[in-house]
């Protein structure tokens, strides 16, 4: 059995951001179109973290895999990272494996690249200011996505500490990128076009009456019931697009803190990504209109990521190839 290994190295190599984008475009796509196979993940937690286990099957592009990732908060005190873990890819003729992927970076680099899918399909074509809240593992690629479809003039990033946004904000001026480090949520959001979250918070992030009109929100980070990254009264006067509505139901705290306090009705987040993709739902209509996107991470986002990078890694000969 030949297997071809990416490391995060590689995996940046053959997967930049725009390709990234692409890639979510068939994965969105296909979870709306009823090609893709992708069960609610199965969490298993230890004392010290969570191991998450995603398997998927997108009919349409022939792609198969399964992802193994696990969150442990305690890692970073250790050397280690917060995320990590493996993606395997499969034959879908043979169902033998043909490579194993870096799941942290692929994580980071997926998630990113479905904020950046839907910024540029719901996010006003001017925008041009970016609020960033968190500045972990997962930051960087949530700033490369958007850059990637708005010419962006000012990036203000929040952490909780302070210290990791402006190393953050440091490595983005590096690569020419006109970020900042803010220590006052407020300061950072008003104004703001895009406001992207990427946190396990359990409290709001900022104030409601701070989003402007016609702002777009990504909302990526909180992925449990008990977490939540934006105010109830934000979503609830929002138009709320989400990655697949079982998923939101199951998972979604900013979807169902709401929901419970009876702000809003499940048919308030009816409308997936996928549906905007296959143009069979309306986007943003009008410029004053708050947008919000929530994620919760699907397996059909690591299937067509992954399947993307390692077809393009085999064709370039990039990564390890070894024999089992």
Same mark, same amino acid.
């Given at each position: 059995?030949? /297997?071809?290994?990416?490391?995060?190295?590689?995996?940046?190599?053959? @997967?930049?951001?725009?390709? *990234?984008?692409?890639?979510?475009?068939?994965?969105?796509?296909? !979870?709306? *179109?009823?090609?893709?196979?992708?069960? @609610?993940?199965?969490?298993?937690?230890?004392?010290?973290? @969570?191991?998450?286990?995603?398997?998927?099957? /997108?009919?349409?592009?022939?792609? %198969?895999?399964?992802?193994? !990732?696990?969150?442990?908060?305690?890692?970073?005190?250790?050397?280690?990272?917060?995320?990590?873990?493996?993606?395997?890819?499969?034959?879908?003729?043979?169902?033998?494996?043909?490579?194993?992927?870096?799941?942290?970076? /692929?994580?980071?680099?997926?998630?990113?690249?479905?904020?950046?899918?839907?910024? $540029?399909?719901?996010?006003?074509?001017?925008?041009?200011? @970016?609020?960033?809240?968190?500045?972990?593992?997962?930051?960087?690629?949530?700033?490369?996505? !958007?850059?990637?479809?708005?010419?962006?003039?000012?990036?203000?990033?929040?952490?909780?500490?302070?210290?990791?946004?402006?190393?953050?904000?440091?490595?983005?001026?590096?690569?020419?990128?006109?970020?900042?480090?803010?220590?006052?949520?407020?300061?950072?959001?008003?104004?703001?076009?895009?406001?992207?979250?990427?946190?396990?918070?359990?409290?709001?992030? #900022?104030? $409601?009456?701070?989003?402007?009109?016609?702002?777009? /929100?990504?909302?990526?980070?909180?992925?449990?019931?008990?977490?939540?990254?934006?105010?109830?009264?934000?979503?609830?006067?929002?138009?709320? #697009?989400?990655?697949? !509505?079982?998923?939101?139901?199951?998972?979604?705290?900013? %979807?169902?803190?709401?929901? *419970?306090?009876?702000?809003?009705?499940?048919?308030? #987040?009816?409308?997936?990504?996928?549906? %905007?993709?296959?143009?069979?739902?309306?986007?943003?209509?009008?410029?004053?209109?708050?947008?919000?996107?929530?994620?919760?991470?699907?397996?059909?986002?690591?299937?067509?990521?992954?399947?993307?990078?390692?077809?393009?890694?085999?064709?370039?000969?990039?990564?390890?190839?070894?024999?089992?």
């Amino acid at each position: 059995m030949r /297997l071809r290994l990416l490391s995060a190295a590689d995996l940046r190599r053959v @997967l930049p951001m725009p390709a *990234a984008i692409a890639a979510m475009r068939i994965a969105f796509a296909e !979870v709306a *179109a009823g090609t893709a196979q992708v069960p @609610l993940r199965l969490a298993l937690q230890t004392p010290a973290g @969570l191991s998450l286990f995603m398997p998927g099957y /997108l009919a349409g592009s022939r792609g %198969l895999a399964q992802k193994i !990732v696990s969150v442990y908060d305690g890692n970073p005190a250790r050397g280690l990272p917060a995320i990590n873990g493996l993606v395997i890819v499969l034959d879908p003729d043979t169902g033998l494996p043909q490579g194993l992927v870096d799941g942290g970076a /692929l994580t980071a680099i997926r998630t990113g690249a479905a904020a950046g899918l839907a910024t $540029d399909l719901l996010a006003r074509p001017d925008s041009r200011v @970016l609020a960033l809240f968190g500045a972990g593992g997962m930051a960087y690629d949530q700033v490369q996505a !958007v850059a990637a479809v708005r010419p962006l003039t000012d990036i203000r990033i929040v952490s909780r500490h302070g210290e990791s946004a402006r190393r953050l904000a440091a490595r983005l001026q590096a690569e020419g990128l006109p970020a900042r480090a803010v220590d006052d949520p407020a300061t950072a959001v008003r104004g703001a076009d895009i406001v992207s979250c990427i946190t396990p918070s359990r409290a709001p992030l #900022f104030a $409601d009456a701070d989003i402007g009109p016609g702002a777009h /929100l990504n909302l990526s980070g909180a992925y449990t019931p008990e977490m939540v990254e934006a105010p109830a009264a934000t979503i609830a006067r929002a138009r709320v #697009f989400v990655d697949q !509505v079982e998923a939101c139901l199951a998972e979604a705290g900013d %979807l169902l803190q709401p929901l *419970a306090a009876g702000l809003i009705t499940a048919d308030h #987040f009816r409308t997936t990504l996928g549906d %905007l993709v296959l143009g069979r739902a309306e986007g943003r209509r009008s410029s004053d209109e708050i947008t919000v996107f929530k994620s919760v991470g699907l397996a059909a986002q690591d299937v067509a990521a992954a399947c993307a990078a390692l077809a393009q890694a085999a064709a370039a000969d990039i990564g390890a190839v070894v024999e089992l």
